[in-house]
């Protein structure tokens, strides 16, 4: 009856050159407030997560895009019901899906605290789940048990479960239009158990959920992950296919209060004009761009004080038809919105 909520997160063969075997640490992979993840969300049919080993080269070029989305690392002041979610770091905000993960980042792991959907759709974990343990490379592995409360309308999940991690590759990722030298393949394992008591009657359900996913220090989202969920003993099953080769920081200063909520753009699609609207940030300078959806920037819009380009119109008529990011940047926020063009 239970189907596992999992937060949008998180998306062959040897060569004979060796590569450097890389390392992920807190200070090259925790994500930090402002990074922004342009998201490939893709067909699954045929996709295989490929071989482990070192010196691997992982072949994903022919991934089909269905949707584009995107994440950004907030602060969890700036989220609902933060306060649900005690000792986060950070928060990712997507802007196709309602789900909001936290996380609690610190110089030994990462961790994830929980997600939300809304007031009365939310997981809480009370044992946070462990998704990196520091420093983590080739080989390195370790298991964590975590609990937590899933809240389904009106009905109270309590889910308990063990994560089993291990980085069981390193080397070369292709993906369409991008390619790595230096990556890690971390492979896990998560068999959790939610139970319920509904109208009088127990009802517990097992699932597992298997995960690659494929990191590069420096980049602070797995750049592909895969994700198979499978209900132990039922008919449920899923698989979830992502990639992110975009990635965009900002530094960290006072964010413009308001700015992402306030953001309006319209018509969407556009056809010979695209309005830019949001809140007067004073003279917070910020910088508004275009971008296709490999991340290569196609126009810069404007530059300058945020009162002079709080109403901006952009004349599309020279942008080939198609699906845009449109990216507004202060000096720590980086936001971001998709946008066809016809």
Not at 17 to 46: K, M, R, W
Not at 128 to 142: A, C, E, G, R, V
Not at 233 to 254: D, I, L, M
Not at 265 to 289: K, T
């Amino acid at each position: 009856m239970f189907k596992k909520l999992l937060p949008s997160l998180f998306l062959a063969g040897c060569v004979a050159t060796s590569y450097a075997q890389p390392t992920l640490t807190a200070a090259n992979f925790n994500p930090q407030i402002g990074d922004a993840f342009v998201s490939h969300i893709c067909d699954p049919t045929g996709v295989v997560p490929g071989p482990a080993g070192a010196n691997v080269t992982w072949n994903f070029n022919t991934l089909t895009t269905t949707s584009i989305d995107t994440g950004t690392a907030t602060a969890c002041s700036m989220t609902p019901d933060s306060a649900l979610f005690p000792g986060s770091t950070y928060a990712i905000v997507s802007h196709a899906t309602h789900v909001i993960p936290y996380y609690i980042a610190s110089t030994s792991k990462l961790s994830q605290n929980g997600y939300y959907i809304a007031t009365d759709t939310n997981g809480v974990y009370s044992d946070p789940i462990d998704q990196i343990h520091y420093p983590f490379t080739y080989l390195d592995s370790f298991a964590d048990d975590y609990a937590g409360i899933i809240t389904l309308d009106t009905n109270i999940v309590h889910e308990t479960g063990t994560i089993n991690v291990k980085c069981d590759g390193y080397g070369i990722l292709n993906l369409p239009g991008f390619a790595d030298s230096s990556v890690l393949r971390v492979h896990s394992t998560q068999l959790f158990v939610d139970s319920a008591n509904l109208f009088g009657f127990p009802v517990i359900q097992t699932f597992q959920l298997e995960t690659y996913a494929w990191y590069a220090p420096n980049y602070h989202s797995p750049l592909l992950a895969i994700l198979i969920t499978t209900q132990i003993g039922g008919t449920y099953t899923n698989t979830a296919v992502s990639y992110a080769p975009v990635q965009v920081h900002s530094a960290s200063v006072p964010q413009i209060q308001g700015l992402s909520s306030s953001l309006k753009l319209y018509p969407n699609p556009a056809q010979n004009e695209l309005n830019i609207e949001f809140n007067d940030a004073g003279n917070e300078q910020v910088r508004i761009s275009l971008v296709d959806v490999s991340g290569r920037e196609v126009a810069m819009i404007g530059e300058g004080p945020a009162t002079k380009l709080q109403q901006t119109t952009y004349n599309t008529t020279g942008i080939a038809k198609g699906l845009y990011i449109l990216r507004l940047q202060s000096a720590t926020e980086t936001i971001t919105r998709k946008i066809e063009i016809q």
